[in-house]
């Protein structure tokens, strides 16, 4: 937690406040049953009115200052805390953004999601609990002790019983409680992940029967929190009436040796009611503390997994690019070159892609065919650096990617995914983030480019639509379409089209390819896909097989020589249509 303290920096002036007035809250406190006792010992027993009229405005006046005290506190460290948990999610989020899919792999999205949320509220809470009772809890003991012992140092031999064993129940307490408190924030994790998965999944959870088995699981994750919350639970529900056991055993017998001192003329019976009085305020204090020890290490378990995210380094970094170097420093053709390129994803046995040698050059098309899981994705990841690769070089224009500044390399490239993805907004928003100040023009230019837009005019409010979370309010053709679009109003040098026609019918896929042969004239692109009539016309078929490549040259040249393609060419097409 310390160090997330530096978080706090910005707001040392609040915090600073923030303890001056608990400060002075604590005192008030402090003085109040010793003007009581004025009041009894003096006042009352003397029948003196007016004395007792003024100190009771004493006494008014004191608590109303101690309470405009304690507001203030309370809204300064509220602030301090909200401001403290806005500026972490904030920075969080950003380094995030910068992990490289390799992070996301390891640390998992769930995960980043709980650490973001839940685990920053955590520390949030217990940044607040530290600042109202920090200064508080120690003061309250400690000088409710001093001022105890003050009333009637005999009597506080009670105290000297006391407070050791509400000491060791707090121990006893917390060593129970705080590894349950830890296992909660994993559990959570698990809990967020099969949400996840059965919310994002529900189609395929429906469309295979398999909402009870989702049920099952949820419910599993969900009963596994909850027993542990409830063990939480029944240690925090034990320590508030152990608490207040000792509590009132300890008034007992402060009121029976107390009373006995003022029999034999010992004590006041106003100094008695403040010494119960102190002696509650030194239990309450030392409850504040205990509460402080157990959210503590809650709040501890939740800053390792936060400090965990911030000190995990990206993998892929501009440490080499060279530090002048910038978009138009690099040669504006797109050329792409891969030279015995090896890649293996972190923690897999063999590598996706071996060896890889083939170059893909401007105003050609490169297609790239091959089984499932035979490297096509991992290729179209490679080239924009989402991974960094184990072994060889990818260039463009003759430059080692790994040497560039990723911000321009990834200028030149449109990159249109397997699985689009849309965002929350209009359809234009979503065009639009291709490129930031398109025009509405050129942003409908793309839309005509990509087949999108007759479609794109037939929704109620045309470009002005409004896509549904995730783009669920169109089809999965429609989505890939708006995605491509946003390739091309980006008119990079070079395209990265992942299997971005499957969803498309034979009709509009051949239409668009050839729409985009006009746009692309100039470009590299690259097309990965699963069918022939997609890359039969490509200048360059690059056949893949288990991660190495079988074959490379035309559609033609392919069939006379390489053997897989010929294979993937037998079972998918109908020779006539091919002929
Ligand atoms: N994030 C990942 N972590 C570990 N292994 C992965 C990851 N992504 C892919 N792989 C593995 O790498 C290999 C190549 O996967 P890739 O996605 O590139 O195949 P593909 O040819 O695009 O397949 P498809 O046509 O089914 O999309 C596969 O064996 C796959 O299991």
Redo the contacts with the bound molecule.
Sequence with gaps: MLKLSKYLLPYKWSIVFTIMFVFLQSLANLYLPTLMSDIVDTGIVNGNIGYILKMGIYMLLITLVAGAFTIIANYLSAQVASRFGRDIRYRMFSHIESFS?SEF?DLGTASLITRSTNDISQVEQVFLMILKLMIMAPLMCIGGIIMAFYSDAKLSLVLVMAIPVIVVTILLIARRGIPLFKQIQKKMDRLNLVLREGLTGIRVVRSFNRVDDELKRFDQANQDMTITSVKVQKIMAAMMPMMMLIMNVSTIAIVWFGGLRISHGAMQVGDLMAFIQYAMQIMFSLMMGAMLFIMIPRGQASSVRINEVLATKPDITDVLAKKTQNVSDIPNRGAIEFKHVTFR????ENP?VIDLNFTANPGETTAII??????????MNLIPRFYDIEDGEILVDGYNIATMKIESLRQMIGYVP?KSVLFTGTVKDNIRYGKEDATDDEIKQAAKMAEADSFIQDMKDGYDSLLAQGGKNVSGGQKQRLSIARAIVKRPLIYLFD?SFSALDYKTDAKLRKALKSITATSTTII?A?RISTVIDADKIIV?DE?TIAGIGTHESLMDTCQVYREIVSSQVDKEELA
Excluded: M
Excluded at 345 to 348: C, F, K, Q, R, S
Excluded at 370 to 379: L, N, R, V
């Design positions: 899919l792999d994803y972190e923690g897999a996706a091959g089984g499932t899981g035979a490297g096509k994705s991992t290729i397997q299997d990965v699963q893949l991660g």
